[in-house]
């Protein structure tokens, strides 16, 4: 019986002996996206090795069983094989180290594969790593910039890194065609205190030092949800939006067994699963701020008692408890309360499609913002750093699909704040909208992945363009 041949969507066969290094930059949330943009792209046809780091590849708990027969890995140096980022003393210590180490080991990969019969066709690069386009033009090969933040970041990092935003900004808002009019606690932390976390800051910034020399830009995020941006900033710097990078499952449904982001530095507590199942609809407040974010003493208390205090059920996560500052003693009394529950780390994206979530309460992240707009689910924002304040923007008053809290002068987002804030999601009239418009933006996600859809398309214009290399 002939073997029926899998048909591939919207592109030539000629991409099946097409090949890709996906390089991202190496942390949870630069690793997901553009794995999952590797699985969209192995339904155009096209063989992907997702580089990553020698330490990434000792700590992640890859689901491999999952990933398309096109889609393997490859594994560099960092110059730091033990600990990773950890081993280094510092940020600008570790970048340089992962730059001149880095280089050299993926210059001899590449050659690797040159001299198979898999040649490398083109290298997709998180900015971030902005050296790996430098390397990828000594050997005459195609460039693609992966930008995992949303255009509206990128943007407004565009701007001050070429002088048409002048820093530290003297005015109390802020003007650039395509964006809403930004407040300075609107824009991104490196934007609003260049001087705070000064490494950080020009690590954003380089992303743009050669962005010239790229043959393609993509960015993680879908034209109806930013097409004022996109319209502006491809006027400068052309882009293709092909999010959002979120598994199929929840959109599509095109990719087979893509249900996860399978790639975790963490290892998943699914109790927290049945535990939902046991709630009503729309009843549980999920408590996310990401794997990096580290709150205060007082702040972790302030989020615990305004939850206990909402009368409503919650699930909060928080990976690395011992170094969150949350107390057995805080842990406990959520407990007490009855209606909480505090676990380690979680599959996000199955918490959030549950029908028992009524709120996601999150720092902002722009993979937690996606992954809430593609399943609906309206948001309480408290923002703390990078791209996060200008993520926690849009939700409120582009996209309309959640409140941000208000911070005090001593940094102290409040009890009685957060209690609010979830009431307001929660149970008026106002809530019913954000629900709402919710729904609405995850119809428009699941429209542009789909087949001819704005994400669909561009990501065929990608594939296609490998054809002329």
């Not at 979120?246 to 893509?258: A, G, M, Q, R, T």
Request: charged share 20%.
């Amino acid at each position: 019986m002939e073997e029926k041949k899998r048909t591939v969507r919207g592109c030539s066969s000629s991409n099946s002996n097409k090949h890709v290094l996906m390089i991202p930059y190496p942390s949870q949330g630069h690793l997901n996206p553009m794995l999952q943009f590797s699985k969209r792209l192995s339904t155009k046809g096209v063989k992907v090795t997702m580089v990553t780091t020698i330490f990434i590849s000792k700590t992640m708990h890859l689901k491999s069983s999952s990933l398309p027969s096109t889609l393997q890995f490859d594994f560099i140096s960092d110059g730091y094989d033990q600990g990773g980022f950890a081993q280094a003393n510092n940020i600008s210590t570790y970048l340089s180290h992962m730059e001149t180490i880095g280089s050299n080991n993926l210059k001899e990969l590449i050659k690797k594969y040159n001299f198979s019969n898999d040649p490398i066709d083109c290298v997709i690069y998180d900015p971030l790593i902005y050296w790996v386009l430098d390397v990828a033009k000594e050997f005459g090969l195609l460039g693609a910039a992966f930008f995992t933040q949303m255009s509206g970041v990128n943007y407004i990092y565009y701007y001050v890194h070429h002088g048409l935003l002048k820093l530290p900004i003297s005015s109390m808002t802020i003007s650039i065609q395509g964006l809403p009019l930004l407040d300075i606690k609107d824009t991104p932390s490196f934007v609003n205190d260049p001087g705070f976390y000064p490494a950080y800051y020009e690590l954003v910034m380089n992303q743009f030092s050669n962005i010239h020399k790229a043959d393609v830009i993509l960015v993680n995020s879908f034209y109806k949800l930013e097409d004022k941006v996109v319209d502006s900033m491809s006027k400068l710097c052309p882009i293709l939006t092909i999010g959002p990078t979120v598994p199929s499952f929840y959109l599509d449904k095109e990719i087979p067994n893509d249900k996860d982001n399978d790639l975790n530095l963490f290892q998943l507590d699914s109790s927290a699963i049945n535990w939902l199942n046991t709630k009503p609809e729309g009843s549980v407040i999920y408590v996310s701020f990401g794997s990096m974010v580290c709150f205060s003493i007082e702040q972790m208390k302030e989020i615990a008692l305004g939850l206990i205090g909402s009368g409503l059920n919650f699930l909060w996560v928080v990976p690395n408890m011992e170094g969150k500052n949350i107390s057995k003693e805080l842990v406990e009394e959520i407990s007490l309360s009855g209606k909480g529950l505090v676990v380690n780390w979680i599959p996000q994206l199955e918490v959030l499609s549950n029908k028992a979530i009524g709120c996601f309460v999150t720092h902002c992240g722009w993979n937690s913002t996606l992954e809430a707009l593609c399943l609906g689910v309206p948001m309480v924002a408290i923002p703390q750093w990078t791209d996060q304040p200008m993520n926690a923007k849009f939700v409120e008053d582009v996209w309309k699909v959640g409140i941000r809290v208000l911070v005090y002068e001593n940094g102290i987002v409040t009890r009685e704040e957060i209690e609010s804030c979830i009431r307001e999601v929660m149970e008026s009239e106002h809530g019913r909208e954000m629900r709402i418009n919710a729904k609405k933006w995850r119809e428009l996600a699941i429209e542009a992945v789909s087949l001819g859809g704005s994400s669909d398309n561009n990501i065929n214009e990608f594939v296609n363009s490998l054809n002329r290399s």
